[in-house]
């Protein structure tokens, strides 16, 4: 993986300036373990939802082992979106098909599979081996 990102960092630099000589370092590669998909994203709440509803709403579907709504700081009203978490993956899946787009109070549910926040990934950072300027090479 880390081959062929730098080969493809290094052919996107080609294309811009063929004349330059470029190499390109990578942060050492640090993949998270791939996500199980039993945390649920659900957006489109009513401000009028709580855990206990939402756990209640979802419940249905298999073992809800968390609920969590998130507020918005200053007005500790609901900020519109949380995460269900479920013990197992079937009954994550479940819950996906069967609520997203279905009302609830009043409103349509967006439903997805809960992404990961990645931190210490991979980064292709671009660097001209001879620490030269690259205003010269634009301006001719």
């Known amino acids: 993986m880390k081959n062929s990102l730098v080969s ?28 199980s998909n039993t945390k649920l994203f659900v957006a489109g709440l009513s401000w009028s939802v709580d855990e206990k509803s939402l756990k209640d709403a979802f419940s249905s579907f298999g073992d809800v082992t968390e609920v969590r709504i998130m507020y918005d700081k200053d007005s500790g009203r609901s900020r519109g979106f949380g995460f269900v978490y479920f013990s197992k993956e079937v ?12 009302a609830f109070l009043g409103r349509p549910l967006r439903v997805s599979y809960a992404l990961e926040k990645v931190r210490g990934g991979p980064i292709v950072v671009p660097r001209r ?5 690259d205003n010269n090479s634009r301006n001719s």
């Open 129 to 133: 081996l001879n620490g030269g300027d």
């Open 8 to 35: 493809l960092a290094r052919r996107a630099l080609t294309v811009q300036n063929p004349a330059a000589d470029w190499r390109c370092f990578c942060s050492s590669p640090s993949f998270p373990t791939p996500p």
């Open 91 to 102: 009954d994550a899946r479940s819950a996906k098909d069967a609520m997203d787009g279905k």
